[in-house]
Structures are given as C-alpha cells and as structure tokens.
C-alpha cells in the first residue's frame, strides 16, 4: 500500500494514490461491517482515545465504533468534564495524554490547526475529526467512498457543492479531494455565505443554485453553520430555502442520475426538501453514515500500521 502518512490532519496532504488506498481498504470494511459478526483484531493491543472539543454525534459514535470494531480499546474524553473547561491550555492537554501513551488521537476543536498541534505534541498518530473551518478530511473520504460507490468512478464528474460553503470545513475538504482526482466541482451559495477569492482554488463559483446544478452528476448541500454565523448572512431561511434550498423542481436541472448527498445533520425545510432527503432512488445520506464507519476504520488501520512501522524502526535503531 502507498499510504505512508503518520497522521491524517487533511486532505491537503494526501497524493490520489493515497485516497485510492483508503478507498480500496475501505471497501473491505464494508464488506466486514454487513457480516454477523463485525470484528478485526487490526487495532488489537492498540488505544485510541476521541477528544471531541466540539459537540459531535455522527462522527464520534462512528469512530467510536469503527475503533471498537478494529479491536482497539476507545476511550472518549468528555471535554466538558476536563481539565480544559477549568482553564488548561491544549498543550497542557496534549501533554497530559501523551503520558498516558495512547496509539491513536482523534481530535474535533472549534480552532484550526488545533489537530496539527497536537500531533506535534504527541507520540501517537492523530486524526483531525474537524477543526475549525480548515478540514474534516475523513468526512471528504468518505464522502468520495459514496460517490465511487455510486457512480463507478470518482473522476470526470461534474459536483456541485451548495449551502453555507464560508463557514465549511467539510466543502474545503471535499473541494481538495475532488480537485485532486479530476473532477469538475462547483460552488453554490449566496454572497454572503461565499468565501473570498473561491474562484482562485481550481473550481467555478456560482450564486444562482439553477444554474449551477445545470448537468450535475452530484448534488451536495451543506447545512447552514449558525453558530459560526455573527451576522445576518441570510434574510431568513424561508427566503433561503427559496433560493439555495435543494427541491424536487431545481433538482430537475442536474442530470437525471444526480445522486443527492449531505454531511448532516440536516435542516430540513432549510437546506434540503424532507421528501428528497428521503428518496431512496436520489438520496445517498444513509450510504454516507454507512461509508463513514468502513472509511474512518480504514484510516485508523492505516495509521496504526505506519505507526507500528515506525515504532519497530526506533527499536531496531535503539538496539544497534
């Protein structure tokens, strides 16, 4: 395998043979977790340890079980019962886990870049679970997973991206990835909701969602991040579903085999039509749930072996 990272902060750093390698290992837990019984022992002897600074239920419940199903010993840290909440610094925190020798991080913190430090902090591979409004890169793979699955492929298609794309870490991580791997990617929001200098990161920027959908393969909302919203962004979200909300009619626009997805939680009336949400011909978002858990498995098996590998060199290195 060409996976060589010992962390996983983004998806920035990852080469297409990287993301083919966590795709293709990723099928294989799929597989695994349709069975009867959904056990490995990649991840046996090993503990991982979730910090989630940032209220999470499908990502953490899914790294939870995808370590549980590895053989891991998972520990979660409730952040709110911490140490943090009465004042210590991350590093401190950082360094505090690091004593208890733990193999594998997953980190979700509202700041970006809270994942890199750690991981410099720390000798154990971490996994960025989300920080801030920089990336969530399982969150990108997983969602290549569904796409592949889909479609057959994850190149040549056409993407298009829409909702609240300036406060998202999840449409930077897609962006990237889908970039990397020759697709054809759109975003769709209103000004407001529009990060300056969008057009400049390889993909085309639109502000009227018809016009964007026109001919795409697949439709992606995204949800409206209100509590990374200090202002008025929208006029109200009855106007916004209006125009950015993801209905049978604007659907119409997009390929007849558009797949719709969504990172949830969703809004429903806001972002997304509840019926469409619900289409088992469209809708991919309980496939998304499923992909998650094979994907964030694949990735902790894949870091786990680097990390073995590295641990074996510094003891062969100490011994000589």
């Known amino acids: 395998m060409t996976f060589r990272a010992r962390h996983l902060l983004g998806i920035e750093h990852l080469s297409p043979e990287d993301i083919r390698t966590v795709l293709d290992l990723a099928e294989s837990y799929v597989s695994l977790n349709r069975r009867t019984i959904k056990h490995s022992d990649a991840l046996a002897g090993m503990t991982q340890i979730n910090m989630f600074f940032e209220p999470s239920t499908r990502t953490q419940a899914s790294f939870e079980l995808a370590g549980k199903r590895l053989g891991a010993d998972v520990m979660n840290m409730g952040v709110a019962q911490s140490s943090v909440k009465k004042g210590e610094t991350l590093i401190d925190t950082a360094l505090t886990l690091n004593a208890m020798h733990p193999d594998l991080l997953v980190v979700r913190h509202p700041a970006s870049g809270a994942a890199e430090l750690l991981a410099q902090k720390v000798n154990c591979a971490v996994i960025n679970a989300g920080d801030g409004r920089h990336e969530h890169p399982t969150q990108a793979l997983l969602d290549a997973l569904t796409i592949r699955r889909k479609k057959g492929r994850i190149q040549r298609l056409t993407i298009a991206i829409c909702g ?9 991580s897609n962006l990237i990835l889908l970039g990397k791997m020759e697709n054809r990617v759109r975003l769709i929001a209103p000004p407001t909701l529009m990060p300056a200098g969008a057009a400049d990161l390889g993909c085309e920027v639109y502000h009227d969602m018809r016009e964007g959908l026109r001919d795409a393969d697949v439709v992606m909302m995204l949800r409206l991040q209100k509590e990374r919203m200090d202002g008025g962004f929208i006029p109200s979200e009855r106007e916004y579903y209006h125009r950015y909300g993801l209905d049978a009619e604007k659907l119409k626009l997009a390929r007849p085999d558009a797949i719709v997805m969504h990172p949830g939680p969703m809004n429903r009336g806001v972002e997304i039509d509840g019926e469409l949400a619900d289409d088992i011909n ?33 003891a062969a290195g100490e011994m000589a």
């Open 164 to 172: 609240d794309i300036a406060h998202s870490r999840v449409a930077r």
């Open 282 to 314: 469209r809708s991919v978002i309980q496939e998304q749930v499923e992909m998650g858990v094979a994907v964030r498995m694949a990735c902790l098996d894949l870091l786990a072996r680097n990390l073995r590998a590295d641990r074996g060199r510094q």
